[in-house]
């Protein structure tokens, strides 16, 4: 089992930055590659960012490929999301997901957060 919480979220202005975090509890977390997701009102949850296990690879939506980074502490049980040149079409509740794969697909992740809100003014 493991128990994943966001934070980090907020308001900010287009071309802002923001780093969210989410916290990992359950002692196999460093077995699990991680996503981020997220879902604007309206819309379907959509695959964010990735990282394997080690954090040696990474993948990202082409929506955020060069603006968002995401990184694990496994030491730490934390994955980030560091996101730069923010657009209003980024605003979405962002979910931290652990799962059997580093995939892009929401039905391969089997634990979820509550999620943090993401809003981008214009």
């Known amino acids: 089992q493991v128990q994943l919480v966001e934070s980090g979220g907020g308001l900010v202005q287009a071309g802002g930055s923001l780093r969210l975090s989410c916290a990992a509890s359950g002692r196999t977390y460093s077995s699990y590659p991680m996503g981020w997701f997220r879902q604007a009102p309206g819309k379907e949850r959509e695959f964010v960012a990735a990282i394997s296990r080690g954090g040696g690879l990474t993948y990202y939506a082409d929506s955020v490929k060069g603006r968002f980074t995401i990184s694990r502490d496994n030491a730490k049980n934390t994955v980030d999301l560091q996101m730069k040149s923010l657009k209003p079409e980024d605003t979405a509740v962002y979910y931290c997901?652990?799962?059997?794969?580093?995939?892009?697909?929401?039905?391969?992740?089997?634990?979820w957060g509550q999620g943090t809100q993401v809003t981008v003014s214009s």
């Open positions: 997901a652990a799962g059997a794969d580093s995939s892009r697909y929401t039905a391969r992740y089997d634990y």
